[in-house]
């Protein structure tokens, strides 16, 4: 391998070699290792239909971070990856390709359809593991799993058996969501609730048998047909007079009761409620209470069913409107109001779901939820950021019956077998079902198995310890279970992360993880969410091919505080890019300086100079921030330090300090510089290799120590041999005195190239030792040709000025500027100014603007106008300065 870097950084070239490498070496494997401790993550399984997107990129950045650090670090780790086979999601997708084919699932049948899917899974699905490598992603890819693999359907099935057994798994007929495209039931935390501008209509039911009648207001008229009575509160005076009696149906004709029930609010509209048993959730319960008869009206595709009299066959909202036409009519709407109101969306279709009664599987929640509560509260996991502890309480506290069957062919097939009298056998398979027939009968019967399947979530919240061999004692999951951290965005706490907690604390009586590390959202520049339709969502293997997916993992890691959301947009990147250039230029400086080196140098041999004692100190106080940092899964805060000192201290000023001694030097000092040049860049890549891997591996190589990659020698930690506090804060002042410097360039146009002098005066000895001591480093970085300490040499009037500790700074401007066209150019920089100020004093001062616009611009146009108004006093000083 030549130890030369290519002049130009290519990263598709470098990324797609060394992904192939690491690879085919096993370097991401568990090694099972005695003598390291284990360190797991589970991956958030992508959709098997699944193609990745900006939050996979930042989900699964983080969690390789953390891996990679964790296997850097002493640790034998184990990031199980894989994915889900997403139910509703790939049959959507299947019977899609069906149509396209001229067929559908029912022409087809069922096993055939189960073959289709299977088919399609080879041959489309994990289209997102493959782009995943593309990120530099590092899971044991030899452990990869699917939800409906053998192993976890094996365990799906346990775990069902043994839910049903215990009495905490139960069939009957309730209300559920019911999704009419998808045809299926759904649980409560899969539909989306959106607020929209609707209607209320009033509606006048008469009394049966007298001239009186009630009015009921709905959002939702068409659910009429199925009304079976009215409620009323028992303790409301107005109503106790009807209670027991009938009123009369509208359009239908049919008599039904009015019922006292205190779920009635007599406060709200007229206090009189219909009653549609089979539509409403609430009304099923006042029904269950008072014994009034569930009346279906819908088909599965929430069309109107023989029960709507004439209104059969129309769709939902079409009968709607056609009811609303007859009630006007026939003298029955009373009026109509604009109402807002919520309505529930299938997360998948988005369709408007319709609540609907039928016969589910449910999963008792309530015992499970009391535990999975009790270890979040009693700090056994912690979930950050805290906030959504409380989010998390909420859900577990008023927690309802999971509805886990779903009326699809895609997925776990409940295992429950049934006899023609209605018994039902919960078994791993029919034979051992029919046992169990046969031991209650006396005899062979004949068994119909279940057609339901359950909800994808239910073999999801088994994958932390299903993925690694449950319900088989394995060495992984003696290992690495429980696993350590987990990753994920917080739109899945409910699906996913709680339903997990409550499962491994009721199948293994232990915790899935300890730690719940919840990211935001990525958004765009606007804040808006990204998503197709908006088209604001780049292709992320696009951006990996412009920028590299170091570049990209970087300005991630870097931007992501935890919990919030990034406002994305291409600058970004461009930032996390600018650097992997400035990390790559660097480090050929370096190479190409080591040519002639010794790597057998004893340390002992080597001087080290001032640059030499603060670059080594600055390096263990990063590695040990660096550690806390990670330790707390603080990446951001990670990032920002390694950036810090490879790019400020590292090549900003040693490599610059360290060119003067490299260049044409020898001896020693140049032996010395050499020495510090390549431990710093070892450790240096080290430190940024969980954020950007490809190309630390790629110039670490170059290094030629004696390992076979970076991924798998150690993480730096601080070595306090080379902390040296005083190296640091002498080198610090030496920093600020050339920084001062430059910015009296800056200010007065004085080009970098531009030789000068400088007027020092300071009362403190060590301070004017650090500077006679180190004139290299003042003319490297600062330009300075001479530089004078008397303290009695007068200064000139024209001079740059700066304070740095006790040392005043004074930079003489006389020969080094044109004072008349500097005046000029300030003037028109004033000029210039003042347009913009007038514009935004204009705005101030138009009482139209003030009255319409919110207060926030107002606010904004205030903050401009002091900004330019400060600029314009800056100008002014500047010319009298000059003058």
Known sequence: MKKELDKVYSPTEIEDRWYKIWEENGYFSAQHNEEKPGYSIVIPPPNVTGILHMGHMLDNTIQDAIIRYKRMSGFDTLWVPGMDHAGIATQNKVERMLKEQGTSKEEIGREEFLKKTWEWKEKHGGLITRQLRKLGVSPDWSRERFTMDEG??????????????????????????????????LADDEV???????????????????????????????????????????????????IGKKVILPLMNREIPVVADEYVDMEFGTGVVKMTPSHDPNDFEVAKRTGLPFLNIFTEDAKVNENGGKYCGLERFEARKTILKDLEEQGYLVGVKEHKNA???????????????????????????ERALEVVKNGKIQITPKRWEKVYYNWLENIRDWTISRQIWWGHRIPAYYTEDGSIFVARDLEEAKAQAREKFGKD?????????????????????????????????????????????????????????????????????????LHGLIRDEQGRKMSKSLGNSPDPLDLIDKYGADAIRFSFLYNTSQGQDIHFSEKLLEMGSTFANKVWNASRFVLSNLEDFDDKVSVMDLEFKLEDRWILSKLQSASKAI????????????????????????????????????????????????WVLKHVLDNGLKMLHPFMPFITEEIWQKLEIDEPTIMLSDFPKEDKALVSVE????????????????????????????????????????????????????????????????????????VGF????????????????????????????????????????????????????????????????EELETKIAKFRESINLYK
């Open 152 to 185: 976890l359907s094996r365990a799906v099935k346990e775990v069902f058996i043994k839910l049903y057994n215990d009495g905490l798994i139960y069939r009957g007929e309730y209300i559920v969501n019911w999704c009419p495209h998808d045809k299926t039931a």
């Open 192 to 242: 989306n609730h959106f607020e929209k501008n609707g209607k209320i209509w009033e509606i006048r039911y008469p009394v049966k048998d007298s001239d009186e009648y009630v009015v009921i207001a709905t959002t939702r008229p068409e659910t009429m047909l199925g009304d079976t009575g009215v409620a009323v509160n028992p303790n409301d005076e107005r109503y106790k007079n009807i």
């Open 343 to 369: 309505v529930g969306h299938c997360y998948r279709c988005d369709s408007v779901i319709e609540p609907r009664v039928s016969t589910q599987w449910f999963v008792k929640m309530k015992p499970l939820a």
């Open 445 to 517: 019967v004949p068994l119909r198995e279940e057609t339901d399947v359950l909800d994808t979530w239910f073999s999801s919240a088994l994958w932390p310890f299903s993925t690694m061999g449950w319900p088989d004692k394995t060495k992984d999951l003696e290992k690495f279970f429980p696993t350590n951290v987990l990753v994920t965005g917080a739109d899945i706490l409910f699906f996913w992360v709680a339903r997990m907690v409550m499962m491994s604390l009721y199948i293994n009586d232990e915790i899935p993880f300890d730690y719940v590390y």
């Open 627 to 674: 550690n806390e940092s990670m330790e707390k899964y603080e990446l951001d805060s990670a990032a920002k330090i390694t950036y810090e000192f490879f790019r400020g201290d590292f090549c900003d000023w040693y490599v610059e300090i360290a060119k003067t001694r490299v260049y044409g030097g020898e001896g020693t000092d140049k032996v010395t510089a050499q």
């Open 727 to 798: 190296s640091e804060k002498e080198f610090d002042y030496l920093k600020e005195v050339v920084t001062a410097v430059r910015n009296i360039r800056g200010e007065n146009n004085v080009s970098p190239s531009k030789k000068i002098e400088v007027i020092f005066r300071t009362v403190n000895e060590s301070e004017k030792k650090i500077l006679e001591h180190n004139p290299k480093i003042l003319d490297k970085l600062a330009n300075i040709e001479k530089y004078d300490f008397t303290p009695d040499i007068e200064i000139p009037e024209l």
């Open 802 to 865: 700066r304070l740095v500790e006790t040392t005043e700074i004074y930079v003489p401007l006389a020969d080094l500027i044109d004072k008349e066209k500097e005046i000029a150019k300030l003037e028109k920089d004033i000029e210039k100014t003042q347009k913009e100020l007038d514009k935004v004093l204009g705005k101030l001062s138009n009482e139209a603007f003030l009255a319409k616009a919110p207060q926030a611009v107002v606010d904004k146009e205030n903050a401009i106008k």
